[in-house]
């Protein structure tokens, strides 16, 4: 054998030894076949000496070659230990048979029913108690006293005390079939207790350890939306302030402006250019009125709400997003579908969230269509579809995960939020893209139904989603 292929077959061995080693019955047969392996060779080592440090053998020649025979079984039963396996593991009690017949003849052909090698009866009875069943040791235990009954037999009784050695010979191997049969098993429950112990360690260990990442990662998502939340106050707030301001001016100039137009014999140049400072200051005016009224501080309260309305009203809020202007957004929401049950506000910032996604993914003179249809006779589709560069299907499994975001400077909760919000108005988000033609987002929410137009308040909102503001 070449040194190459003396180092394959020792890889083969380690790797069976360590796949062997995964599970607690071999790993037992494994611990078990180490003891065997050495009770083995301790025999033949042990028979060769009595061999040579003894006189008066039937047939020396006889027994050295018997025990040339073990060494060569225990030669094989030793590569196949060291391969994780064990040799004639499917015939226990063929290997026992022979075992018996193999004790016996070495007996007979040393110094008969008085030799020393009636007591490897005894090694291999607890070889077999070690490595199987107590019903296999048993099995082996009845091999063994017949072969010494037979030698008995053969070679003949000289007296009582040979007889009352025999009986004693047969009760020890009867004691040691039992007791190491015994210390097997308890042996091999402790092993497998332990590894059931152990396993539900780890099971405790992994569903530790999968609870504390998912505390901490819901911890996280609630710090953000706070520190998102204050932020958006804030801004309220300030925008609140400013529109304050700018009012008070704004009025005081509009007075002035209705006192010069009232003036008598004025020309026309003077008229038209008072005419387009006060058009001019009711556009200033609407703007404001559009800052306080996206300022305010967010609803908690479900209504009946007309999807058209709330469109409309973000239509008019995206006017002021630069990048706007250069998309085409058509809007085709009819203002007779039935109404749904929502809190506006969450509502509004679930389209507004949609619409700059769809403006952030699209190029200039990009297509955004919003649409609204009866899905069936009580629920509503929402439908918002834009023609941009659509989602990578390797990003489409993780939309609506918190956190994710293929936005340079996005924070990766608009989606997010804006399924969570569907999933508590009771309704559902998904969405169909086509990398490089386009994504469509479909909402679907129950309508309210025509015998309860009454305005719905009081409703249980989750605490988490209260005063949510537009998250990009």
Same mark, same amino acid.
């Given at each position: ?149 037979? *030698? ?7 007296? !009582?005390?040979?007889?009352?050695? $025999? =009986?004693?010979? #047969? %009760?020890?191997? /009867? ?115 559009? *800052? ?7 609803? !908690?309260?479900?209504?009946?709400? $007309? =999807?058209?309305? #709330? %469109?409309?009203? /973000? ?131 129950? =309508? ?5 137009? /009454? ?18």
């Amino acid at each position: 054998m070449s040194i190459t292929n003396l180092r394959q077959f020792w890889k083969h061995i380690a790797q069976a030894a360590r796949v062997a080693a995964t599970n607690p019955a071999n790993r037992w047969e494994l611990a078990a076949g180490r003891i065997i392996v050495r009770i083995r060779w301790f025999g033949i080592v042990m028979g060769y000496l009595l061999v040579e440090s003894r006189s008066g053998l039937a047939n020396p020649s006889a027994v050295r070659a018997f025990l040339a025979l073990g060494a060569g079984y225990a030669s094989l039963d030793t590569a196949w230990h060291l391969m994780g396996e064990v040799f004639f593991k499917r015939l226990p009690l063929v290997v026992s048979l022979l075992e018996a017949v193999f004790i016996g003849l070495l007996c007979y052909h040393d110094t008969g029913v008085g030799s020393p090698f009636r007591w490897y009866y005894l090694l291999s009875l607890i070889c077999v108690a070690i490595r199987y069943s107590p019903r296999v040791a048993w099995a082996s235990w009845c091999f063994d006293a017949f072969s010494l009954g037979l *030698l008995a037999a053969a070679v003949g009784l000289s007296g !009582e005390n040979q007889k009352t050695e $025999i =009986v004693m010979t #047969v %009760v020890m191997m /009867a004691w040691a079939t039992w007791a190491s049969s015994a210390l097997a098993g308890l042996l091999k429950s402790a092993i497998f207790e332990s590894d059931r112990l152990n396993q539900e360690l780890r099971n405790s260990s992994d569903e530790l350890e999968a609870r504390v990442s998912e505390r901490s990662a819901a911890l996280r998502l609630a710090q953000a939306r706070v520190i998102h939340q204050e932020k958006m106050a804030a801004f309220g707030l300030l925008s609140a302030g400013i529109a304050h301001e700018i009012g008070n001016p704004m009025a005081a100039i509009s007075s002035l402006i209705q006192i010069l137009r009232r003036r008598k014999n004025q020309d026309e140049y003077t008229s038209e250019k008072l005419g387009l400072i006060d058009s001019q200051l009711q556009r200033i005016s609407r703007t404001v009125r559009e *800052l306080v009224k996206f300022s305010r501080p967010a609803t !908690e309260v479900v209504n009946q709400i $007309i =999807v058209a309305d #709330v %469109v409309d009203e /973000a239509l008019e809020i995206l006017k002021y997003y630069q990048r706007t202007g250069h998309r085409q957004i058509q809007n085709h929401v009819e203002r007779d579908l039935p109404a749904i049950r929502a809190i506006r506000d969450h509502l509004m910032q679930l389209i507004l969230n949609l619409v700059f996604n769809a403006i952030d993914a699209t190029m200039e003179k990009g297509l955004i269509l919003i649409e609204a249809q009866m899905q069936s006779s009580t629920r509503l589709q929402l439908k918002i579809t834009d023609n941009g560069r659509g989602i990578r299907l390797v990003d489409q499994c993780r939309m609506f995960q918190p956190y994710f975001t293929t936005k340079p400077n996005g924070t990766g909760l608009g989606l997010y939020v804006c399924h969570q919000i569907v999933a508590d108005l009771g309704g559902t988000m998904r969405f169909e893209s086509t990398e490089g033609a386009g994504t469509t987002f479909y909402l679907e929410f129950p =309508v309210v139904s025509e015998f309860r137009q /009454a305005e719905i308040s009081g409703v249980a909102v989750d605490p988490l989603i209260r005063n949510r503001a537009m998250v990009p």
